[in-house]
């Protein structure tokens, strides 16, 4: 089952006068962001989550490597697994991050030979030969979303 979540957020910082994006979208309307967290909190909750550079979006969120528990079961659960836990990730989902996954890595070099994680649109063209992020269009995130899975769907088999 794949899940795309896509939200408009309200900004947090004030403003006296009306915001209006590039896009034409009105900044000032949106969910709030506390809202949004928790209705992404709930939706991970035990998911695997696909995305390409997928830990800032996640630390935007407050969602990064520790997370906030689904319950308070969990919370008293997730304290009690912290104590015996040694490393190792406790957030109740799991990542699956396309820009760090070491083969999609081996696309892009730094001058050094050393690996460097390769753009999304270039791991897209070269391995689902697609094209996504054209030249004069807008950015789109659901896109992004989509090649993103669909990159990891490819080498599943491999990464688990």
């Given at each position: 089952?794949?899940?795309?979540f896509?939200?408009?957020?309200?900004?947090?910082l004030?403003?006296?006068?009306s915001?209006i994006?590039?896009?034409g979208?009105n900044?000032d309307?949106?969910?709030?962001a506390?809202?949004i967290?928790?209705?992404?909190?709930?939706?991970?909750?035990?998911?695997i989550v696909?995305?390409?550079?997928?830990e800032?979006?996640l630390?935007v969120l407050?969602?990064g490597?520790?997370?906030l528990?689904?319950?308070?079961?969990e919370?008293?659960?997730?304290?009690?697994?912290e104590?015996?836990?040694?490393?190792?990730?406790?957030?109740?989902?799991?990542v699956r991050?396309?820009?760090t996954?070491?083969?999609?890595?081996?696309?892009?070099?730094?001058?050094n030979?050393r690996p460097k994680m390769?753009k999304?649109?270039d791991?897209?063209?070269?391995r689902?030969?697609?094209?996504i992020q054209?030249?004069?269009?807008?950015?789109?995130c659901?896109?992004?979303?989509?090649a993103a899975?669909d990159?990891?769907k490819?080498?599943?088999?491999e990464?688990?």
């Amino acid at each position: 089952c794949s899940i795309l979540f896509s939200s408009l957020s309200k900004l947090i910082l004030p403003s006296k006068k009306s915001r209006i994006n590039r896009n034409g979208d009105n900044l000032d309307i949106g969910v709030p962001a506390s809202q949004i967290k928790e209705e992404v909190s709930n939706l991970l909750c035990g998911k695997i989550v696909v995305g390409h550079s997928v830990e800032g979006d996640l630390a935007v969120l407050g969602l990064g490597k520790k997370r906030l528990p689904c319950s308070e079961e969990e919370a008293a659960s997730d304290a009690e697994e912290e104590k015996e836990a040694v490393g190792g990730e406790n957030r109740g989902f799991e990542v699956r991050d396309t820009a760090t996954y070491p083969p999609f890595m081996r696309c892009a070099t730094h001058g050094n030979g050393r690996p460097k994680m390769a753009k999304l649109k270039d791991l897209v063209k070269a391995r689902l030969n697609r094209k996504i992020q054209r030249a004069g269009r807008f950015h789109c995130c659901e896109e992004d979303a989509v090649a993103a899975l669909d990159l990891y769907k490819s080498v599943w088999h491999e990464w688990e």
